[in-house]
């Protein structure tokens, strides 16, 4: 192979050079008959074209309105919808409903496979029927034993009832208030005293009545203290007497427990088969799905031999009506919204359909269990589900000069746009402000009418 490459390229450099001496070898040959050169024409030169100049596009700055808009999409859908589901867990036997039926209130929508659960019930119910004939063959539990010892804890209540309404409290504060003023008569009657001793000039008797009135006093406190102690002493009686009916009430709950327990095995089974029964029968009921109101259904996420876990959504039903766009939006762009915004919303592809509608609803943070915004909006005779196209604007700007963007350039740090003028393009510096995928508000630098040349 490198041999082969080496004769191209030789090939290559020599055929020039022969194609040279060629030419040579013709010049002598034409030098030699002069006259037949001069009798040719010389040669004349052919104009290469030039490739035409591409126009520049170019912008007008148009007086008018920026906005900043939201558009999504929702489907048109009840306003009020109930998401319906199973109490408890199960398989699926039968679905009647499907997306789009119409349903009235206590119509069956689902059920699960009961069969066990019919099983079971039967079971329970000859439970039940072979306690009860026990019973009814005279083996009938000590049932007057629980009758007293009923009575015996009402009894207790009671006594603790009227214990509790025999407080001395109101002894024990009245002779505390006693006990109080007799201290003061005794502050009084010993500053009376030491008053009287530091006079030098009060006769004997003055003293010694101060004295004696001292005296008097100090007795009253002991008597106070005596009789405080003792109200005292029998609130705490009042306490114990309490808490030994409190302790007589717990025995007898104890009593009648024990009396319960006690009963004959068939009253027993009696009870446990008739709890029994009602479980299963509670479970029965709650094997079914239905309609809670009148209206439409929305969705079905279920179809029978399906594992259902309890409370998972498995059918939405709506009202009729009043309806409304419900869409599904990223939490940020939700958040960008506020309910009561006003905008524009039309079916589909139906621009001759477009209403004002306004935002009611709208996530407010992704912990919410309604991810859904919601917007009402009146348009008539629109089938459910049909989707619809929402315009929400976020900013506007009003009577300001705006461009496209793509009239607009930027360089490093500089934002600015080459105006058309009749001297030649000139660059000028632009302040933008609101920017949308079509506009762009322009603050300062250009006027109405200016021709802006495109990149």
């Known amino acids: 192979m490198l041999g082969s490459l080496l004769h191209r390229h ?51 700055v148009q007086r008018g309105v920026v906005q900043d808009l939201l558009e999504f999409t929702g489907r048109w859908q009840p306003r009020d919808q109930l998401q319906l589901s199973f109490e408890i867990s199960g398989t699926i036997r039968r679905v009647n409903v499907q997306r789009g039926d119409t349903v009235n209130a206590g119509d069956l929508l689902a059920d699960y496979e009961i069969t066990s659960l019919e099983n079971q019930l039967a079971s329970a ?41 025999s407080s001395p409290w109101t002894s ?48 009253g406190v002991k008597n106070a203290q005596n009789q405080y102690y003792s109200a005292a002493q029998n609130f705490n009686n009042h306490q114990f007497s309490i808490a030994q009916a409190e302790n007589s009430v717990i025995q007898a709950e104890l009593n009648l427990e024990q009396a319960r327990t006690s009963a004959s095995p068939d009253e027993q089974s009696i009870r446990s088969a008739q709890l029994n029964i009602d479980q299963i029968n509670a479970d029965i009921a709650r094997s079914s799905l239905y309609a809670p109101i009148a209206g439409e259904v929305l969705e079905v996420t279920i179809r029978p ?13 709506g009202r009729p009506e009043p309806k409304e766009a419900v869409a599904s939006l990223a939490i940020g762009d939700a958040q960008q919204l506020s309910v009561g915004l006003v905008g524009v919303c039309q079916v589909i592809n ?25 917007v009402a909006a009146s348009l008539a005779n629109v089938a459910t589900n049909q989707l619809i196209e929402v315009e929400m604007p976020l900013q506007v700007r009003e009577d300001v000069l705006w461009l496209p963007p793509a009239a607009i350039r930027t360089f490093q740090n500089r934002t600015f746009v080459v105006l058309d003028t009749p001297d030649g393009p000139r660059s000028v510096d632009v302040q933008i402000g ?15 009418g200016d021709v802006v040349q495109g990149p």
Do not use: H, K, W
């Not at 609101?434 to 109405?448: A, C, F, K, P």
């Open 10 to 60: 030789i090939t290559r450099i020599l055929l020039p050079l022969a194609l040279v001496s060629l030419a040579a070898c013709s010049g002598v040959e034409t030098l030699n008959t002069g006259s037949e050169a001069q009798q040719q024409a010389a040669p004349t030169s052919t104009p290469i074209p030039t490739a035409p100049a591409v126009a520049r596009p170019t912008y007008l």
């Open 125 to 165: 119910q000859l439970q039940l029927e072979t306690a009860q004939q026990s019973v009814e063959s005279g083996t009938a539990g000590n049932v007057q034993s629980v009758a007293n010892a009923e009575i015996s804890l009402a009894n207790a209540r009671l006594q603790l009832e009227n214990t509790r309404a």
């Open 172 to 219: 024990l504060e009245s002779a505390r208030l006693s006990l109080e003023s007799a201290e003061q008569s005794l502050a009084n009657a010993r500053r009376s005293y030491n008053d009287a001793i530091s006079r030098p000039d009060n006769p004997a008797s003055v003293v010694d009545s101060a004295y004696q009135q001292l005296q008097s006093a100090e007795n």
């Open 305 to 317: 031999g399906d594992q259902v876990q309890a409370f998972t959504t498995v059918i939405t039903i």
């Open 350 to 374: 139906d621009p001759e359909s477009a209403v004002q509608c306004v935002v009611r609803q709208i996530p407010l943070s992704s912990r919410d269990a309604d991810q859904t915004t919601r």
């Open 434 to 448: 609101l920017q949308t995928d079509e506009r762009v508000e322009i603050i300062s630098g250009v006027n109405e």
